[in-house]
């Protein structure tokens, strides 16, 4: 029994994890807007792989406002919230959501179309070819907390997108390695403003290389805005659209 048991875990991710070497899009983190671009991605039948550093999926989702579990969604992000069939309670002019049910639906959903999440990876780097990042550079995340001096492995990929949320990663590695982009940093909490300019900070940052969720904000230098989510979304949403009309 034991033997089956280790190889059928195996044999399945190995295999999973082969199909993932080569790929339209690696997005980097399993947050609110990277696991919403890989569902609109998968929809459209764009090949596409999450890496996520945790052990869990969800990003900032599950700590809801100060750990108690339930996130704020606005109106115009509802129409996503409706897709996923997830639940939902109206607020005022807003509408409460039990975060669990959230990460739940949309991982389910996006993992159904097609999109694989292999969590416990963290993309460390990115595979750069002429001006244009190419890919991702990726360890074990245990690896990492370890310092182990362990040399990674590459994922290719027509485009990255940045949704590590508020260290906004990927570009951080981008401008220090390769140069060309600025971080500005995110700013103090102002969630009306932020969540205003999220959509439009979501964008290409550099060739092949897009950011989504907090990690647009933190690019651009807007502000940060707590347990409100439907800029999350939306932002998600666009940074799989913008990919979609490129590829066209
Ligand atoms: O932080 P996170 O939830 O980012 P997001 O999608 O959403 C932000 C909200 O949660 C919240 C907020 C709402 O207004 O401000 O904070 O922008 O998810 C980012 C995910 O990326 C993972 C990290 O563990 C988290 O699950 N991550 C971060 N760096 C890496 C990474 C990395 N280098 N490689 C892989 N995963």
């Not at 995110?186 to 932020?194: D, L, N, T, V, Y």
Request: glycine share 12%; charged share 25%; with cysteine.
């Amino acid at each position: 029994m034991e033997k089956i048991i280790t190889e059928g875990i195996i044999k399945s991710y190995l295999n999973d994890f082969l199909k993932n070497i080569e790929v339209d899009v690696v997005i980097a983190g399993a947050g609110p807007s990277g696991i919403v671009c890989g569902y609109y991605l998968g929809k459209n039948g764009i090949k596409t792989v999450i890496f996520e550093r945790h052990l869990k999926v969800g990003g900032g989702m599950p700590g809801g406002g100060m750990m108690f579990n339930r996130i704020i969604v606005q109106e115009e992000a509802m129409d996503i919230i409706k897709e996923f069939k997830i639940k939902y309670k109206k607020y005022e002019k807003y509408y409460v959501l039990d975060a669990i049910e959230t990460i739940s639906g949309l991982t389910y959903r996006t993992i159904r179309e097609g999109v694989k999440i292999f969590n416990l990876i963290s993309v460390e780097d990115v595979v750069i070819r002429e001006n244009r990042v190419n890919g991702v550079v990726i360890n074990w995340t245990s690896t990492q907390i370890a310092k182990f001096h362990v040399d990674p492995l590459a994922i290719i990929s027509k485009y990255v997108v940045d949704a590590t949320g508020h260290d906004c990663e990927i570009c951080k590695v981008v401008e220090k390695k390769v140069g060309g982009i600025s971080v500005k940093g995110e700013r103090s909490m102002w969630a009306e403003k932020g969540e205003r300019e999220i959509v439009e900070n979501t964008k290409e940052v550099y060739p092949g290389l897009i950011v989504c969720g907090m990690a647009a904000n933190a690019f651009f230098g807007s502000e940060r805005m707590g347990a409100v989510f439907g800029g999350m979304f939306l932002s998600g949403k666009k940074a799989a659209e913008i990919i979609i009309e490129n590829k066209k």
